[in-house]
């Protein structure tokens, strides 16, 4: 027995039955729309002040429907919007769609009255309010009030998104998309992004779901569902738009000058299998690619063109974006130099010129060729003229012959136009009933190509994304924590620290002796975040007299000193950092160290909770793992130590969750291989508990 609440009732809303839609010109048009598609179920218009509207008759209120609608579009005033949805909800309704506006977006008083729509809805599906609603062209329910560009189909793509006018325009596509649902979510008072897509993965019908977003309110719940989706093999492809300045400028870390709000989502897509893409086409192209081909296997490419120019623009955008492109084998290019003759130059990508041109047999045997080889995905581009100036019938057995040698190939084929427009509707829809997709312009098909790859990679390994978990911090004055408490509590996790003392003045001498010359020594002063630029470090100290002589102009700083030993030279310096945010929680940060830390911006990000194995590949994809293995014949770090070490960081700020407000070891330097990693600064900033 399905359970009660929004998301059962979603279910009867996404696939309707019978529709109910409330108010005049725009229930007119709901009406209208369904009609237009095909929609097999009732629909009751509802309004007491007329008798009909689109030629139906109507219901003075909801206790007089037939019986509890599955779906309804609410297209009145918001304060009456509320009172029906209240009724609805106590007739035992699915889900309605509520189209007014002046709710969360308006201000305080809207908030109010949002507050107010989500009592009323109780278990009701509620999409909204102010948006467009949902259009699902499977079963031909459009819950839309305005005109749209999509047609019926039997299976396809979902997109999801927080844009009515988005939407609407998404449905003009002329890019062959198969689209099966559009979604706009409105203000998501009661479902959200996440809710929609739980349910649509539930659809085998659903071939993978796009989503154009500008935030994530529930980071938890959003990454649950994520999960969900790569178990069920869903792919999943975001836009996210809207992209933040970076977080609190309060923050003294060097990590908070690395990690934003961007970042963060970057962060979260990566570790959930999200495909990110930056555009709206290239959105339409990757969904496309993965209805029609689904998920690619690996990440080796074959070009085929005519034209030079073209397979340089492949090649440059295989490169840019880690794809391989494969030598052709001797078997191959044998074969290759027989059909082309001796003035091609037989490499991947192929650029066959024109000699085959207009010669069906020599293209199919090029291309079979070409086709027999053990790359993944192999690529044809084709640009067709407009049919006013030549006819296409050259194109056109191209086009016959790359299906025909399709048929028999291990990888999957692609025809590529290197602009949008030049590839014409029929040739589109030929290609996707010979199971070839024809993707649109040359740098988003491309793009679309790296999805599939990642997507491929992410299903084909052994281990499901781990879900995010947000900790809230709990109320309390933020105060920092100095080094020297700093280090003692972070070495209780595992962090090695050098070995150091905690001295007055009168102590500084005895300290060095007892840890052993040279020394840094450093003023301890919580307030004194950027203790270098106030002059409270000093390094390499390497007799008593130095010591003696730094100590006393440190004075002014204060009159507590940390005396430490002075680390061996490291192979590189990292730092690794902790930063909180509302949305996202705690996130730890991996990057360039030391002085070039925003020189370089070369970090990768992680949300909680932190895997060894999810550390080993940040680190990894980091600039500086090229140093970490042995640069050009120097000596490699201690990889393992670093990736202990950062564990080791991460181990502390997931005890002191609810509390942690700012980390930043900075650098932890990661010594020759086998002698270990050493944090030599820290800064940590704390949460002080209320007292009640």
Known sequence: ????????????????????????????????????????????????????????????????????PDASFIAVPREATIEIVRTLAARGAGGAVCYASGFAEAGEEG??????????AGDLAVVGPNCYGILNYMDGATLWPDVHGGTRTGEGVAIVTQSGNIG????????????????????????????YIEAL??????????????????????????????GRRVPLVALKVGHSELGAKTALSHTSSL????????????????????????????????????????????????SGGEAALVADAAHSLGMD????????????????????NVANPLDYHTFIWGKPDAQRECFSAVLAGEQDVTVKVLDYLSPELSDSRDWDRTVEVLIEAARTAAGRTVVISTLPENLPVQVRTKLLVSGVAPLQGLQEGMVALKAAMDIGDWFAGATAPLPVRVVDAVDGNVVIVDEWRAKVDLSRFGLMTPAGQLVDADSVLAGADAVG?????????????????????????????ELQHVASAMGSLGSCYLVEAMA?????????????????????????????????????????????????????????????????????????????????????????????????VNPLLVLPEGQGAVAVDALIRLRQESEE
């Open 325 to 344: 492109m494969p030598e052709f084998d001797a078997r191959q290019e044998q074969q290759l130099r027989t059909i082309l003759g001796p003035m091609v």
């Open 1 to 68: 027995m399905t359970a009660p609440g929004p998301s059962a009732g979603l279910a009867r809303l996404l696939r309707p039955r019978h529709i109910a839609v409330f108010g005049g010109r725009f229930a007119a048009e709901v009406i209208r729309q369904s009609e237009r598609i095909g929609f097999a179920g009732d629909i009751w218009p509802v309004n007491p002040g007329r008798g009909e509207i689109g030629g139906r008759r109507c219901f003075p209120d909801v206790a007089a429907l037939p019986q509890a």
């Open 568 to 664: 061996p030279p490291p192979v590189v310096e990292l730092l690794v950092g902790v930063t909180r945010d509302a949305q996202f929680g705690l996130s730890l940060t991996i990057g360039a160290g030391g002085s070039l830390v925003e020189l370089l911006a070369d970090s990768r990000t992680l949300l909680f909770p932190i895997t060894q194995t999810a550390v080993g590949e940040a680190l990894d994809a980091l600039k500086l793992a090229t140093l970490i293995a042995g640069y050009r014949g120097g000596p490699r770090g201690d990889r393992r130590a670093a990736i202990d070490a950062i564990m080791a960081i991460a181990a502390y700020a997931e005890a002191h969750a609810a509390r942690l407000e700012e980390l930043d």
């Open 259 to 306: 990690v934003g709000d961007d970042t963060r989502y970057d962060a979260l897509f990566h570790r959930l299998h999200i495909a990110r893409v930056q555009s709206l086409p290239e959105l339409l192209e990757s969904l496309k690619l993965l209805a029609v081909s689904g998920p690619l296997s690996g990440r080796r490419i074959a070009s085929i063109s005519c």
């Open 168 to 195: 609407i325009s998404l449905t003009m596509q002329q890019r062959s998309l198969p689209l099966a649902y559009m979604i706009s979510v409105g203000n998501q008072a009661v479902l959200t992004v996440a809710d």
């Open 201 to 230: 993965i539930a659809d085998p019908r659903i071939k993978a779901i796009g989503m154009h977003m500008e935030s994530v309110d529930d980071v938890e719940r959003f990454s649950q569902v994520a999960v969900a989706a790569h």
């Open 111 to 120: 908030g109010a009255l949002q507050q107010a729509l989500v009592e009323a």
């Open 517 to 545: 010359y040279p020394v840094v020594l450093k003023a301890v002063v919580p307030e004194l975040a950027h203790k270098t630029e106030a002059g409270g470090v000093v390094m390499d100290i390497r007799d008593a007299g």
